[in-house]
């Protein structure tokens, strides 16, 4: 029988152990048996493919929180995130995996004012996370620096990629401490990632889970473009025409979720609202 890793294992002190343990972690995920200790003992760079739901997160946010313990004068760290949504999940589980009051962390993203956010970065902070579009705004206005990063992290470079901001994230690489260590975490390793690494990251490693065998694909993607008027009316239309219908329905807003549920409940079919 295989023996298992424990976060001990890994080269974690007391401090970040007690934190980890808190969070009610047991053992390391194999990704953050890959990741960990080569965060915090070599100065590669790395290409870590993870999916999400992996502890990915956790795999470059131990690492930081343990090397990063005072005020530096600095942003120390830099990651880059495709949405506003997972730029505040991903610093909000890496201030979880520390109890002391360093490092400091700023969340910047587009959709929301400037104040709060230039306000966080005068304050001082370690560790910026953000969306390239606004990471690239504060750096055109001066209310960031990254000339002296120490680490420069790609969070979900894929989808990054994906959604066009290739151009913003070599805008902020040519902005970026060249001697920085980069990190970047993908689900899949497509050319584009590959050129990145080529251009920036210099001499890398690659680490990856074991190989798991593909998910079978069973969902269809089709988009149909209406009126806003008649969005409700085609939708009762997919809803009568497929078997056994069952199924999510995403909307802009909580009000329009409440909205979509009621017409559908009038008319005759089981729905219900779900929204924070």
């Known amino acids: 029988m295989e023996e298992s890793i424990s976060f001990e294992d890994l080269g974690l002190n007391e401090e970040t152990l007690a934190a980890v343990a808190a969070k009610g972690f047991e053992q390391p995920s194999p990704i953050q048996v890959l990741a960990i200790p080569r965060l915090l003992n070599g100065d590669a760079n790395i290409i870590a493919k993870a999916r999400t739901g992996t502890g990915k ?3 470059f946010g131990i690492p930081l929180v343990q090397t990063i ?9 830099l990651v880059l995130t495709p949405t506003r949504e997972l730029a505040l999940q991903v610093s909000k589980e890496i201030d979880s995996l520390h109890s002391g009051k360093f490092p400091r962390i700023a969340s910047v993203y587009g959709g929301a004012g400037m104040g709060e956010q230039l306000r966080a970065l005068r304050r001082g902070v370690e560790i910026v996370v953000g969306t390239p579009g606004r990471v690239k705004d504060h ?3 001066g209310s960031l620096n990254i000339a002296n990063i120490d680490y420069f992290i790609l969070d979900e470079a894929d989808e990054m990629l994906d959604m066009g901001f290739i151009e913003d994230i070599e805008e902020i690489f040519s902005q970026a401490n060249p001697n920085s260590r980069v990190l970047l975490f993908s689900a899949t390793m497509p050319q584009p990632i590959l050129n990145i690494a080529s251009r920036f990251m210099g001499d890398y490693e690659i680490v990856e ?3 798991r065998p593909e998910e079978p694909v069973l969902t269809e993607q089709r988009y149909w473009v209406v009126r806003e008027s008649e969005k409700i009316n085609a939708l009762v239309r997919l809803i009568d025409i497929s078997e056994d219908f069952y199924g999510l329905i995403f909307t802009q807003t909580k009000s329009d979720a409440d909205m979509v549920a009621k017409e559908l409940d009038d008319r005759g079919y089981q729905a219900a609202a779900l929204h924070g």
């Not at 005072?70 to 120390?76: A, C, L, M």
């Open 139 to 141: 750096l055109e206005r």
């Open 69 to 77: 313990k005072e005020d530096k004068g600095k942003v120390s760290a």
């Open 57 to 59: 997160t956790a795999a």
């Open 209 to 211: 889970e074991e190989a």
